[in-house]
Nanobody
């Protein structure tokens, strides 16, 4: 599975962005998909994940502001980010793997074998 993340940019606090993660090489229909982010000097952290079947999980810091979704026909996963805050500034990565079902596994970056290249999101105050 090859993943291509896109959609990042420079926005102001309160603005919205939609990140996309397009997959090639294999259909994502049976895969769990996750979004993670990494700010300078910090560890990669969980943002959101979606199981095959559509169950979603979110980090507390983004719950109510971010929405993860998937389009099976386009083999793409999205992260809609609303009410962005300067603290959301980071490189955002999408990841994929199969046989992930619990929040514990889906929120752990070590659970994923396939990663996109990252897209920069910068939120100015």
């Amino acid at each position: 599975v090859q993943l291509q993340a896109s959609g990042g940019g420079l926005v102001q606090a309160g603005d919205s962005l939609r990140l996309s993660c397009a997959a090639s090489g294999r259909t994502l229909s049976g895969y769990a998909m996750g979004w993670f982010r990494q700010a300078p000097g910090k560890e990669r952290e969980f943002v959101a994940a979606i199981r095959s079947g559509g169950i979603t999980y979110y980090a507390d810091s983004v719950k109510g502001r971010f929405t993860i979704s998937r389009d099976y026909a386009k083999n793409t996963v999205y992260l809609q980010m609303n009410s962005l805050e300067p603290e959301d500034t980071a490189v955002y990565y999408c990841a994929a793997d199969n046989f992930l079902y619990t929040r514990a596994t889906m929120s752990n970056p070590s659970s994923y074998d396939y990663w996109g290249q990252g897209t920069q999101v910068t939120v100015s105050s």
